[in-house]
């Protein structure tokens, strides 16, 4: 027989496809079993344990998501010879922490003759947004968890669902925990909308069970937080403190009535001319890799949401390692590259750092302006005379709430230059969310993105007299960081023009506060994957746009190659897109 493996389990109304980004990041057997979804969770756990005897495995660790959990818990409970370790992810502690059983929509499908009637009328548009809970919050729903939905029936479905009530009612998960005698992990998202964080926190809070919360993630991490599951999995990261989601916070919006301009077409059109290539996830440990860099060797920098700087090397096409250099202890956005051992990186808690990458050592460079706390820095450049320039999206807003700085449109952002000597200075201020930053080799002008304005503008550095330029306006999208390409300028587009904040832009300010309290997958516009290509007068050379889920709210971009990398503050991956041959 062969000694171990790893054996996935997945979740309600989902198939073995769920952990279809997670397999190719775990080493040695896996085996990833699609449930029966029995009438007991202990009946799936005795068939899951005649699998694993066929296959010949002596000792497994058994990686269950949400009901899959409890399938893997019954498991360990029963065959606990076999079962060497449990990951949890996002499993139901109680019945009462089950969010989406208190919902009428479950409830209508629970009843019988009539949820046979709904689910039977039920149209593929109505599932997929029935989904959009189970996965991270403003995240898109893939394909095949609509059509697993639909495979499972409302017959398994009730089946399925009735099993997990009966299987609590008897004794709760952390009770049943409590008597294992393996190691137990237990993963869980601080965002879940399906199932309670703060009772997954507590059923995770005992000195025997490793803790992984999991920011910004919700119900669905094995799809949407892929490199993180993987990396609890093959205990490459610490465990943590098993913390509870914070209150929600509302920031008090002041916002300023102004007429964006009239969108253009191209901003309702769902992919470009040029099509987008196919595009190749590099899944990450964690979420956010806002910017994007290149180093000498070509290997990829970026920042997490946690504070991790990491270190990517395309091996192949199929292959790539993940290197952890450094923690900022705040959240990193934009990134300059000194040298390979050195970057410069605006930490939108911390400010303006210095990160030694061979000892992960972090400076603060500059945490204040004008004896003002720096909130919200957001890119930077070094030029060759060792100045340093970078934006400051907003003084009115961290980075979680940058969508109410967009709709409040105040403009408080500005452009800041800091000099060897440590001095620094406001070269322009009053710039819409001032986000993505180029300087001239001759350090004459910066380019810089107003993703508020939705458009990219020079301003001298030499003559402050002269009138900023326009590069570029009225972008039919929201405009991000932007990178230097020879004479060309890649811009990424995060997410299409959104009708309803044109349209209540020009209304009195309590209409936008109440915009702002709606939710964030509405806020944020629709899903794409989107960058563009702009010359020195501003005319659009390259336009690539995908209107497939793979990748969305592309933040950063830079060419590699005949490849162009992306980063998104929302993706818990990196992209990588072959460019067309005329741009490659």
């Known amino acids: 027989m062969t000694s171990e493996a790893i054996v996935l389990l997945h979740g309600l109304g989902a198939s073995a496809a769920a952990w279809d980004r997670v397999v190719p990041l775990l080493p040695g057997n896996v085996l990833a079993l699609d449930l029966a979804g029995?009438?007991?969770?202990?009946?799936?756990?005795?068939?899951?344990?005649?699998?694993?005897?066929?296959?010949?495995?002596?000792s497994v660790t058994v990686v269950g998501h949400s009901r899959g959990?409890?399938?893997?818990?019954?498991?360990a409970e029963q065959y606990p010879a076999l079962v060497r370790r449990l990951v949890l992810v996002a499993t139901t502690p109680t019945i009462s922490s089950r969010l989406t059983a208190r919902g009428l929509s479950e409830k209508i499908l629970r009843t019988p003759l009539l949820g046979d009637a709904v689910w039977a009328m039920l149209p593929a548009k109505k599932l997929r947004k029935g989904l959009g809970s189970a996965f991270a919050p403003g995240g898109p729903v893939p394909e095949f968890a609509v059509q697993d939905l639909v495979n499972t029936g409302i017959r398994r479905f009730r089946t399925s669902?009735?099993?997990i009530d009966h299987y609590l009612e008897e004794r709760s998960l952390s009770e049943r925990l409590a008597a294992l005698g393996c190691s137990i992990s237990v993963v869980y998202g601080l965002d879940d909308r399906r199932v309670d964080s703060a009772q997954m926190a507590l059923s995770a809070s005992s000195p025997t069970i490793d803790a992984y919360p999991l920011p910004y993630e919700g119900h669905g991490a094995p799809w949407s937080s892929a490199g993180a599951i993987a990396a609890v999995i093959n205990e490459q990261v610490a465990p943590s403190e098993a913390r509870r989601p914070l209150p929600a916070h509302s920031p008090s919006l002041r916002p300023v009535r102004w007429t964006p301009p009239r969108s253009t077409d191209r901003a309702r059109e769902k992919e470009s001319v040029v099509p987008m290539g196919p595009i190749r996830r590099v899944?990450?440990?964690?979420?956010?890799?806002?910017?994007v860099r290149l180093d000498s060797q070509g290997r990829i920098l970026t920042g997490l949401h946690d504070g991790r700087v990491l270190r990517v090397t395309?091996?192949?096409e199929t292959t790539s390692t993940v290197e952890t250099l450094a923690d900022t202890g705040g959240r990193p956005l934009g990134i300059a590259v000194v040298d390979d051992s050195t970057v410069l990186v605006c930490d939108s808690e911390r400010g303006v750092l210095r990160v030694d990458l061979d000892s992960?050592?972090?400076?603060?460079?500059l945490d204040r302006l004008d004896n003002v706390p720096i909130t919200f820095a957001s890119n930077i450049v070094q030029a060759a005379t060792g100045n340093i320039y970078f934006t400051v999206s907003t003084r009115r807003f961290g980075f979680d709430d940058f969508l109410a700085d967009l709709l409040e449109h105040s403009g408080t952002g500005h452009l800041v230059k800091l000099m060897p000597d440590g001095t620094a200075r406001i070269v322009v201020d009053g710039i819409q969310f001032a986000n993505g930053l180029t300087v001239s080799d001759n350090e004459e002008f910066a380019t810089v993105v107003s993703s508020g304005n939705f458009d990219i503008t020079r301003y001298s550095l030499v003559d402050s007299a002269s009138q900023p330029q326009i590069l570029i306006d009225n972008l039919p999208a929201f405009p991000d960081n932007v990178s230097v390409d020879g004479d060309l300028t890649w811009v990424s587009m995060a997410t299409p023009r959104n009708a309803l904040h044109d349209f209540v832009a020009r209304l009195p300010g309590i209409i936008r506060r109440v915009a702002y309290s709606l939710p964030e997958e509405i806020r944020q516009g629709e899903q794409t994957t989107w960058v563009?290509?702009?010359?020195?007068?501003?005319?659009?050379?390259?336009?690539l746009q995908s209107p497939t889920p793979d990748y969305s709210m592309v933040t950063s971009v830079v060419r590699r190659g005949a490849q162009l990398i992306l980063g998104s503050i929302s993706e818990s991956a990196l992209a990588v897109v072959d460019l067309p041959e005329d741009a490659s």
């Open 360 to 365: 992960g050592g972090v400076e603060v460079v």
């Open 314 to 316: 395309l091996v192949d």
């Open 69 to 75: 959990g409890l399938v893997a818990t019954s498991l």
């Open 532 to 543: 563009i290509a702009v010359d020195g007068d501003g005319s659009v050379v390259h336009d």
């Open 161 to 163: 669902t009735s099993s």
């Open 283 to 291: 899944e990450l440990p964690g979420r956010g890799p806002e910017d």
């Open 38 to 58: 029995s009438e007991t969770i202990e009946h799936d756990a005795l068939a899951v344990a005649r699998e694993i005897r066929v296959a010949g495995f002596e």
